[in-house]
């Protein structure tokens, strides 16, 4: 009962936070500060109540180790400022949930899950909406379907000649992308030990070349979706004065001397000032923001927690 609490208002900070970032691109820094105070108090409580530093001191490691994951990826530039305090302040609230340590770990791995059926419908929206953009990744299907098709018997090739010589099979990685970057003798490799595989053992072999052929169709089929996305429905030109603080650029720009670079943290109010001034118009990436994502897969978790 004495997670239900936090979890409650994790749910209610991050639905907030997701409104405000869906509205501004902004998450408030009190906002995250409430929700490492209300954790770090909630904690303080719990180890009064059990007479016992331990779950305190559980909060403030947790909170820590998040802070530190979120830190270095705003350092690199992948996450916003908002996003990184938000993740850090949910590891003080709420650290650990019906067994699972750290939970805003297990929430940023099922947020990933979250996001498949949007970025399903978006793709399939914009393949039918868009004529350039099927065309554009009917051509990226039909230049790769060759290599989509060979790659299986790359695979199953390296693995025979990994068995043969009684080395470990994680050892056919460098060899798959060896034959996979040939041409001729490389197919001729492929072909010749997977035919060996097949006459050794039939039904392993197609069970895996059936496995690998919808896994490499499937990665093929993503790769042009995305390339397509990304040219045609992912960018959009506006006008200088309409940037805004944590919008991301489509490509790097130069204004005066100076290289605003196209990171995933979005502009900061420096970088929508200097290119203000410039008066031209700017390509920008059209994408979702990260929380209300993160809050899906936040509650994903919650969810299968409490079934588990």
């Known amino acids: 009962m004495q997670t ?13 936070a997701s409104w405000f970032d869906l509205r501004s691109r902004h998450i408030p820094d009190r906002l995250s500060l409430s929700v490492a105070l209300a954790g770090l108090f909630l904690g303080a409580l719990e180890s ?16 820590l180790a998040c802070f ?17 305090k938000l993740f850090a302040a949910l590891g003080f609230l709420l650290p ?67 068995a043969m010589v009684g080395v470990h099979a994680i050892f056919a990685l460098p060899l798959i992308l060896v034959l996979h970057k040939s041409r001729g003798y490389g197919i001729a490799v492929s072909l010749g030990l997977s035919f060996a595989s097949l006459a050794a053992n039939p039904i392993p072999f197609g069970v895996a070349m ?39 650029l489509a490509s790097d720009r130069k204004v005066g001397g100076r290289v605003v670079r196209a990171m995933a943290r979005g502009l900061t109010l420096q970088e929508v000032s200097l ?14 923001p990260f929380t209300p994502i993160f809050t899906a897969g936040y509650a994903l978790f919650l969810a299968a927690a409490l079934i588990v």
């Open 4 to 16: 239900i609490i936090p979890a409650a208002l994790a749910i209610v900070a991050l639905a907030a």
């Open 48 to 63: 009064a109540r059990a007479q016992s530093p331990l779950p305190l001191l559980v909060a403030v490691i947790t909170g």
């Open 275 to 288: 290119l203000r001034k410039a008066g031209k118009k700017v390509g920008v990436r059209v994408s979702l």
């Open 96 to 162: 650990a949930f019906q067994g699972f340590w750290p939970v805003p770990f297990y929430a940023l791995a099922a947020s990933l899950l979250a996001s498949v059926p949007f970025v399903i419908l978006f793709s399939l929206f914009h393949l039918t909406a868009n004529r350039q953009m099927r065309k554009h990744v009917a051509e990226r299907l039909r230049a790769g379907a060759s290599r989509a098709v060979l790659l299986p018997f790359h695979a199953v090739a390296s693995l025979q000649a990994m």
């Open 68 to 84: 530190i994951f979120a830190y270095s990826l705003y350092s690199a530039r992948v996450w916003g400022g908002g996003d990184a």
């Open 210 to 248: 059936v496995s690998l052929l919808a896994a490499s169709t499937l990665f093929l089929s993503s790769r042009a979706c995305f390339s397509g996305l990304k040219k045609y429905a992912l960018r959009r030109e506006v006008a200088a004065r309409s940037l805004g603080e944590g919008m991301i």
